[in-house]
Nanobody, 118 residues
C-alpha cells in the first residue's frame, strides 16, 4: 500500500506563489506515477499535472508555464510549484499515486485548500 499526504496550501493574493508538497510512504517502489489534481468550488476534480516513473511530465493546458511538478526521490516527496496564481486556481488540491500495473490513480491524500484572493 501507498500513502500520500499533501501540505502547503493557504491563502495567497493574485500573482502570488505557493509550493505544495506531497509526502509518500509505504510501498514506494510500486509507484508508477504521481499526480496533482484539483477540485474548484462547485466543479469536478480535474487533473493538473503528472510525473511518470521515467520522468515524463504532463500538464493541464491552462496551467502550463505557471505550475511546475517536480519530485525529490531522496525525500519521497513530490512538489507542485505554483506561480502567477489566479483566482481560478482556487481549489482543493489533491496528490495521488498510481501503482504499477494499474490504469488509474488509486492512492489519494485528503487534499489541501488553495485560495487565491485579494
Amino acid at each position: 500500500q501507498v500513502q500520500v499526504a499533501e501540505s502547503g496550501g493557504g491563502l495567497v493574493q493574485p500573482g502570488g506563489s505557493l509550493r505544495l508538497s506531497c509526502a509518500t510512504s509505504g510501498s514506494i517502489s510500486s509507484i508508477d506515477a504521481m499526480g496533482w489534481y484539483r477540485q474548484p468550488p462547485g466543479k469536478e476534480r480535474e487533473l493538473v499535472a503528472t510525473v511518470i516513473r521515467g520522468g515524463t511530465i504532463n500538464y493541464k493546458e491552462s496551467v502550463k508555464g505557471r505550475l511546475t511538478i517536480s519530485r525529490d526521490n531522496a525525500k519521497n516527496t513530490v512538489y507542485l510549484q505554483m506561480n502567477s496564481l489566479k483566482p481560478e486556481d482556487t481549489a482543493v488540491y489533491y496528490c495521488a499515486a498510481r501503482i504499477l500495473g494499474r490504469t488509474n490513480f488509486s492512492s489519494w491524500g485528503r487534499g489541501t485548500q488553495v485560495t487565491v484572493s485579494s
